[in-house]
């Protein structure tokens, strides 16, 4: 199973903010990202999964997590760490699977060198706070 790695990235490096996109939505950007998406499991943080719970239609969630460990939503399932995030995803027979983030899961994935191909999104607009894209690089 191949792993993707996904992110928009504003001009000054900057992925989020306090589990917020910190650049208004994008409807060109939302539909592209939905639509590569669509139909293969995506693993992300529990904080990143409450924030995107609407945008994931169709896709099965991997949620990695130390403290949560069942979800409303019924298409995700827990996973404890990156080995056991990997495993989940694979056990639902896709090709590919796509990390989504936040920060710490891009770190949780670098060490491991198990995401084959990154995805990087630029967004024209800079923000002061939040994560930056060295997570992910």
Known sequence: MELVSIAAVAENGVIGN?????????????????????????VLGRRTFES?????????????????RSFEEPSARHAAGVEEAVEVAASLG?????????????????????????????????SSCGRTSEQIQ
Request: glycine share 10%.
């Open 94 to 126: 896709a090709d590919t699977a796509y990390v989504l983030g936040g920060g710490g899961i891009y770190e949780l994935f670098q060490p491991h060198l198990i995401v084959t191909t990154v995805h990087y999104f630029n967004i024209d607009r800079t």
């Open 52 to 68: 995107m719970r609407e945008d994931l239609p169709g896709s099965a969630q991997v949620v990695l997590s130390r403290s949560e």
């Open 18 to 42: 306090d589990g917020e996109l910190p650049w208004p939505s994008i409807p060109a950007d939302k539909r592209q990202y939905r639509g590569r998406v669509a139909g293969s499991p995506v």
